[in-house]
Nanobody, 118 residues
């Protein structure tokens, strides 16, 4: 089984920066991603990165956030710059595990809270 450990959340002022990290146990990790969810809202994609390094960003964070990974360490990072009030949310790490001849399994982290204030 895969377990995810997230870190880096906290309180930051508008215009500031934070860096989130997520480390997955086990091997055969494929896509790694960050989703976020504000109270009362649906969970939405912030950023994703494939095992080959291709990235995908939600429109609301494009140009401000950068996702990267160290596949040897099974770790994904989210560099968050120029933070806005609407970035306040719980951020969840998401990964897939590759299985030969089967669809990948999916795993979610427990979430780390980001609060942006003025």
């Amino acid at each position: 089984q895969v377990q995810l450990v997230e870190s880096g959340g906290g309180l930051v002022q508008v215009g500031g920066s934070l860096r989130l990290s997520c480390t997955a146990s086990g091997g055969n990790i494929g896509t790694m991603a960050w989703y976020r969810q504000a109270p009362g809202n649906q969970r939405e994609l912030a950023a994703a990165i494939t095992s080959g390094g291709a990235t995908n960003y939600g429109e609301s964070v494009k140009g401000r956030f950068t996702v990267s990974r160290d596949s040897a360490k099974n770790t994904v990072y989210l560099q968050m710059n120029n933070l806005k009030l609407e970035d306040t949310a719980v951020y969840y790490c998401f990964v897939t595990r590759i299985q030969l001849g089967r669809r990948p399994s999916e795993y979610w982290g427990q979430g780390t809270k980001v609060t942006v204030s003025s």
